[in-house]
C-alpha cells in the first residue's frame, strides 16, 4: 500500500502519514509472525531396530509439525543418500551443524541412545532449549 505525505486536497498531512504507515509496519510485522515456524531439531534413536525408529522417527516429525514447527530429523534425511557405515562421521558432524541452526530441540522416548546423548550435550553446550517427550507424545520433564 503506497501512503501519500499529502493529504487529498494537496496539504502535507504528516501526522496522518506517520501513524498510518505505523500501522501498516504493525500489520506487517503481525504477518510475518503468524507464519512464523521455529525450526526443531528432531532428537530419537535411530540405530538398533531401524525399521520402527525409522517409522517413530517420521511420526514425530509429524507431530512437530502439528505444533506449528519445521522440524529436522536429520536420521530421516541422511541414510537417503550416506552410507552409515562409511560415511557415519560426516553425517554425525552434518547433524552438529544442523542442529546448531535450530531454535529447539525435541528429545523422543525413554531411551537415550548414544548418539542422541551426544546431541544433547551439543543442545546444552548451545543454549539451545530442549523438551522432552514420551513415544506416546507427551512432554515430560527433564531429569536434571
Not at 500501522?23 to 503481525?30: D, N
Not at 509472525?33 to 528432531?42: D, E, H, K, N, S
Amino acid at each position: 500500500m503506497m501512503i501519500d505525505k499529502k493529504n487529498s486536497e494537496g496539504y502535507m498531512d504528516p501526522t496522518t502519514y506517520h501513524a498510518l504507515t505505523k500501522i501498516e509496519k504493525e500489520e506487517k510485522a503481525a504477518r510475518r509472525a503468524a507464519c512464523f515456524r521455529p525450526l526443531v531439531y528432531i532428537c530419537s534413536p535411530f540405530s538398533g531396530d531401524i525399521d520402527s525408529n525409522t517409522e517413530k522417527a517420521r511420526r514425530y516429525s509429524r507431530f512437530a509439525v502439528d505444533k506449528g514447527t519445521i522440524p529436522l530429523t536429520v536420521h530421516l534425511l541422511f541414510p537417503q543418500f550416506l552410507s552409515e557405515k562409511t560415511e557415519r562421521p560426516l553425517a554425525l558432524y552434518m547433524g552438529k551443524v544442523i542442529l546448531a541452526k535450530c531454535q529447539e530441540v525435541w528429545v523422543f522416548g525413554s531411551h537415550i541412545s548414544e548418539g542422541m546423548a551426544a546431541e544433547i550435550v551439543r543442545a546444552k553446550k548451545l543454549g539451545k532449549t530442549i523438551r522432552y517427550f514420551t513415544e506416546g507424545l507427551e512432554e515430560v520433564k527433564a531429569d536434571a
